[in-house]
């Protein structure tokens, strides 16, 4: 309870402290960015400690930390005292408003952290990972951070949100285990207000009664956190035995769901049922051997309590999103001159523009694309808002996104220079289209609100939308991208023709005109995903194309050309339709083309993209929620209600029973705790001892026992964040592209542990520097140890149980 208060009250003053600055900034916003400024501390503070520790200008410790966090406080303190009469206007004027923020942050993270203490376990998944990477961090005495796993070697990994979780902890004296879950009850609260934000102040100029916009805003959050997709519906009428006399569960073709059994309870019982919510998405090759898609959703992520990058990255998704808005409406209204060349925003704009765009490839490299296209989207939305339709808008974005992209990639370059990737192009998908029935059953909750906005937005404006052109756009950008993914896939057999063949082979087929013939009839007999999303983008480009004033006009700009009107005439629908493209895009990608890495298949690319996706059209689903709501009455808003209530309680069926499923009806057996170390002394007393002890012990290199990943292996550099030869070797090859920096480091362990001569035990520890020798029962059960040479040759600094650790004469 009390390291919860420390963050609360910790992360709340640095809010409230940057607030100054985040008014000045979001000169535009309702809120003058109030919600954002816990976000805007954090990424600053963060970002200058993590700088300043990398060129040696100061140390991983608290002193460090304090020192680089008093520049932005010294700053927001100076702009504070020169616009103070603004400042206490607007807290005194808004008070309603910042008690919504504040009790919405406080309850987010009370009850995700609640959640947390119920499941505090650090197991599975990709959790030790990300345990190993936070002790790292706390570890470490300079940055890079030392890779835990791969010792000599900094993380090469996307890593910024594990610096960000290490800093706070260190600040607070947070042991890692109890950092890790305080860090994704902390993630939920700021995506909580962030995605608040912005739809209060996307509806500032469509709503207004204030208390109405205060209480529509809620929404975003509920959709964006809390609604999940309908598998969990599903599960239910499976778990039931509904339907079992007929082909239904079949058809449907659910992993691990084609054969029901009758039974008396609705309530799925299976152990970790859940996780097939993650899962929805099928695909097979032409065989019809199953090959797994992950499609996580962001409750889904907060409920399996995996501290991953793409979860990180979340409330910084958001401020970008809501940044791009802040350009969209003019950001600031200033400009600067570079000789010939006019940007259209302040320096600080672009500063902090790079900042973001930099800091979300530190914190999760997969949201560089869509953020930097929402961007540089939002930019050429104001500037044709405000110029209108003009040739030279190609020399305008290159003015804009070529610094953008240079600075952000100068403000991160040491991350640059150490960070290598398993990417390695773009592939075609050639067989697997997604179904229309499992995109549904991905994105119903988002889907209905966000068609009924269309369809409002296309009896509304009619007249004005451009069918025609968006209709040409749309269906020659589909078949661009299916004639791409097969150039690709043609040019393949010149470059590596026995893999052709073999590949060929493996689906059933012996030429590509055979092969040809059975994906694309494939693709047909699965269309109706694909035409889902060609009916999102048509009317969205439709509108967003918009060739005359609409009849829903609040604001136009005096400077639009009367030749050329502005691309969209009623802020922030135009935005609004621009997420909703950029999301839609996200989702159709994937129907043709995919990034290339170690799995070999579209599973990766779906999971990023879709998670995407998900953050853009949950503020689009509950903007056009409460945009519908609002003006349409009478018989039509009676079945709209009833439509949007039947969805939303089919997508609050997943969260409801899976929460109580994951906590045991929130009644622990061990009780409530938030550090997971509890559970490490209580099943492993002896070993618990051994991580306390290296824990408070000088910084150095342990040997331990090496083997698979998703197993108990690389514990002792996991708990201590002291690094280890060779932690979980199927990730490090993951996060560097190959294994060519493992060497024979698994092989040379194990000898190092079964060897019974001196010498070459000898030389393994001088090779690797090694300090640290641990034996436990894992490396006692897994190998057959010569003890003795230890014993011998080297001093017994810990012992307890059959947990011995030695030091070697390497410092």
Not at 337 to 354: F, G, M, Q
Request: charged letters at 10%.
């Amino acid at each position: 309870m009390t390291l919860f208060i420390s963050w609360y009250i910790l992360i709340t003053a640095l809010g409230w402290l940057t607030f100054p600055l985040a008014h000045k900034i979001f000169i535009n916003f309702a809120d003058r960015g109030y919600s954002l400024s816990r976000v805007l501390g954090l990424l600053i503070g963060s970002y200058l400690f993590w700088i300043f520790t990398s060129i040696g200008i100061t140390q991983n410790d608290s002193a460090g930390i304090v020192l680089v966090f008093f520049i932005p406080l010294i700053i927001s303190a100076y702009i504070y005292q020169n616009n103070k009469t603004e400042v206490q206007n607007f807290i005194k004027t808004n008070l309603r408003l910042i008690f919504s923020v504040e009790i919405l942050f406080l309850f987010a993270f009370a009850f995700l952290a609640l959640v947390r203490a119920a499941n505090p376990e650090i197991l599975g998944t990709e959790k030790p990972m990300e345990l190993a990477f936070i002790n790292a961090v706390m570890r470490s005495p300079t940055f890079p951070p030392r890779d835990p796993w791969l010792s000599g070697y900094a993380i090469s990994y996307y890593h910024f949100g594990y610096i960000i979780t290490g800093m706070i902890a260190k600040f607070t004296s947070t042991p890692a285990t109890s950092a890790f879950n305080l860090m994704i009850a902390l993630i939920f609260a700021l995506a909580s207000i962030g995605s608040y934000g912005i739809l209060y102040n996307l509806l500032s100029s469509k709503i207004a009664n204030r208390k109405s916009q205060i209480a529509n805003s809620f929404l975003a959050p509920l959709f964006l956190l809390i609604v999940s997709n309908i598998e969990g519906l599903f599960h239910v009428l499976y778990t039931k035995g509904l339907f079992r006399s007929t082909h239904f569960w079949t058809w449907l073709n659910l992993k691990d769901m084609t054969t029901p059994a009758e039974s008396a309870t609705w309530i799925p019982t299976q152990f970790w049922w859940w996780w097939r919510a993650s899962r929805v998405i099928y695909d097979s090759d032409l065989l019809g051997n199953h090959q797994e898609i992950i499609d996580e959703f962001p409750f889904f992520s907060f409920l399996l309590g995996d501290l991953h990058p793409h979860v990180l990255a979340i409330p910084f998704g958001l401020f970008a999103i809501a940044f791009a808005y802040h350009i969209y409406l003019g950001a600031s209204g200033s400009s600067f001159n570079l000789r010939a060349i006019k940007l259209h925003l302040s320096p600080l704009d672009l500063i902090l523009a790079s900042l973001i765009l930099g800091g979300l490839a530190f914190l999760n490299t997969w949201d560089i694309l869509i953020m930097s296209a929402l961007l540089i989207g939002a930019y050429l939305l104001a500037r044709i808002n405000a110029d209108g339709w003009r040739f030279s808008f190609a020399e305008d974005l290159a003015i804009f996104a070529l610094p953008l992209a240079l600075i952000s990639y100068i403000l991160f370059l040491p991350f640059h220079l150490s960070f290598s990737s398993q990417a390695g192009g773009i592939l075609p998908n050639l067989i697997n289209p997604t179904r229309g029935a499992h995109l549904w059953m991905m994105f119903a909750p988002l889907f209905v609100p966000i068609f009924g906005y269309l369809f409002y937005l296309s009896r509304r404006n009619k007249k004005f939308a451009n069918w025609k052109l968006s209709f040409f756009i749309v269906i020659c950008f589909t078949i661009f991208l299916w004639d791409l993914s097969w150039l690709i896939g043609w040019l393949a057999q010149f470059q590596d023709p026995i893999f052709i063949t073999q590949y060929l082979q493996s689906q059933g087929v012996t030429t590509l005109q055979e092969f040809f013939k059975a994906a694309s009839l494939r693709k047909l007999e699965s269309i109706t995903g694909l035409l889902t999303l060609l009916v999102i983008l048509i009317p969205t480009l439709a509108h967003l194309f918009t060739r005359t004033p609409s009849s829903d006009t609040l604001q136009t700009s005096d400077t639009a050309s009367i030749n050329h009107p502005p691309l969209t005439t009623f802020p922030p629908s135009s935005f609004i339709l621009l997420l909703t493209a950029l999301a839609a895009l996200l989702v159709l990608g994937p129907e043709f083309l995919y990034l290339r890495d170690q799995f070999g298949t579209r599973m990766n690319t779906i999971f990023k993209f879709y998670y995407q996706a998900w953050m853009l059209w949950s503020i689009v689903a509950s903007y056009g929620l409460v945009i519908v709501l609002q003006n349409v009455h009478g018989l039509k808003s009676v079945l709209y209600r009833i439509g949007i209530g039947l969805v939303l309680f089919s997508a609050l069926i997943y969260p409801v029973l899976s929460i109580l499923n994951k906590t045991n009806n929130f009644k622990p057996y061990f009780g409530f705790s938030l550090n997971d170390f509890d559970r490490v002394e209580r099943e492993n007393p002896d070993e618990a001892a051994g991580m306390k002890f290296l824990k408070s012990a000088p910084y150095g290199i342990v040997a331990e026992a090496v083997g698979g990943s998703y197993s108990g292996y690389a514990r002792i550099s996991t708990y201590t964040g002291l690094p280890t030869v060779l932690g979980w070797p199927g990730h490090e090859n993951q996060w560097r592209g190959g294994g060519t920096e493992q060497g024979t480091r698994q092989q040379d362990i194990e000898t190092l542990y079964q060897s019974n001569q001196w010498d070459v035990a000898n030389e393994i520890i001088q090779r690797y520097n090694i300090r640290y020798i641990y034996v436990g029962n894992l490396e006692r059960t897994s190998m057959t140890i010569q003890e003795e040479k230890f014993s011998q040759h080297l001093k017994i600094i810990f012992q307890s149980g059959t947990v011995t650790i030695y030091e070697t004469f390497v410092k």
